[in-house]
Nanobody, 124 residues
Framework: QVQLVESGGGLVQAGGSLRLSCVASGRTGSYATMGWFRQAPGKQREFVAS????????YYADSAKGRFTISRDKAKNTVDLQMNSLKPEDTAVYYC?????????????????WGQGTQVTVSS
């Protein structure tokens, strides 16, 4: 089992920044990729960014490119998402996920473990 706990969400004005953090515990050696997803009311959960736990190429949704940065700290077992230039359409619950695969990491079905989510609200 892997436990994931997100933090750092909140209310911010458009153009502002937030840094989300995900702390992993448990059998952390069992996953290969960490990802951030988000889900707005009435919409499906969508991919935001992913990073291999061992380091390497990061991937971003088109909506996140140039504004968001995913990073991980193996010593602290954390994965962060720095979000800049936030827009009202970024408003959603953001979830951290852990996958045992390095493939299809933009797909929700590739992730076995999820955190409880953290709310991000961007006002216009």
């Amino acid at each position: 089992q892997v436990q994931l706990v997100e933090s750092g969400g909140g209310l911010v004005q458009a153009g502002g920044s937030l840094r989300l953090s995900c702390v992993a515990s448990g059998r952390t050696g069992s996953y290969a990729t960490m990802g951030w997803f988000r889900q707005a009311p009435g919409k499906q959960r969508e991919f935001v960014a992913s990073i291999p736990w061992s380091g390497g190429t990061t991937y971003y949704a088109d909506s996140a490119k140039g504004r968001f940065t995913i990073s991980r700290d193996k010593a602290k077992n954390t994965v962060d998402l720095q979000m800049n230039s936030l827009k009202p359409e970024d408003t959603a619950v953001y979830y951290c996920g852990a996958s045992s695969s390095v493939w299809n990491t933009d797909k929700t079905w590739a992730y076995r473990f999820w955190g409880q989510g953290t709310q991000v609200t961007v006002s216009s």
